[in-house]
Nanobody, 128 residues
Framework: QVQLVESGGRLVHAGGSLRLSCAAS????????MGWFRQAPGKEREFVAA???????????YYADSVKGRFTISRDNTKNTVYLQMNNLKPEDTAAYYC??????????????????WGQGTQVTVSS
């Protein structure tokens, strides 16, 4: 069992930056693929970024086209934490952001259906 707790969401002006954190307990995160998803009011949940489970060559990252070049996902296995660095934020990035985990996937999925564990979410609001 993995427990995930997100933090770092807040109100920010367009063009600003935020770093979201996802702290895990219960298991060592290096063996898990980790994903960030978001859901805006009235919209479906969408994939944002993911990082695969650590293997001999490291771990691979994946991004939605809408955030590529602006967002960076990273993991600190010593702190059992995954981060989402968000730069050049836009009003359309406003959403609740959720961290998710699934065991063993070196190639991380972009579908939320493939993640077994979820955090409670943290709200990001970008004002224009």
């Amino acid at each position: 069992q993995v427990q995930l707790v997100e933090s770092g969401g807040r109100l920010v002006h367009a063009g600003g930056s935020l770093r979201l954190s996802c702290a895990a307990s219960g298991r060592t995160l290096s063996g898990y693929a980790m994903g960030w998803f978001r859901q805006a009011p009235g919209k479906e949940r969408e994939f944002v970024a993911a990082v695969g489970a650590v293997n001999w060559s490291g771990s691979s990252t994946y991004y939605a086209d809408s955030v590529k070049g602006r967002f960076t996902i990273s993991r600190d296995n010593t702190k059992n934490t995954v981060y989402l660095q968000m730069n050049n934020l836009k009003p359309e990035d406003t959403a609740a952001y959720y961290c998710a985990a699934t065991f063993g996937a070196v190639i991380a999925s972009t579908s939320g259906r493939n993640y077994a564990y979820w955090g409670q979410g943290t709200q990001v609001t970008v004002s224009s």
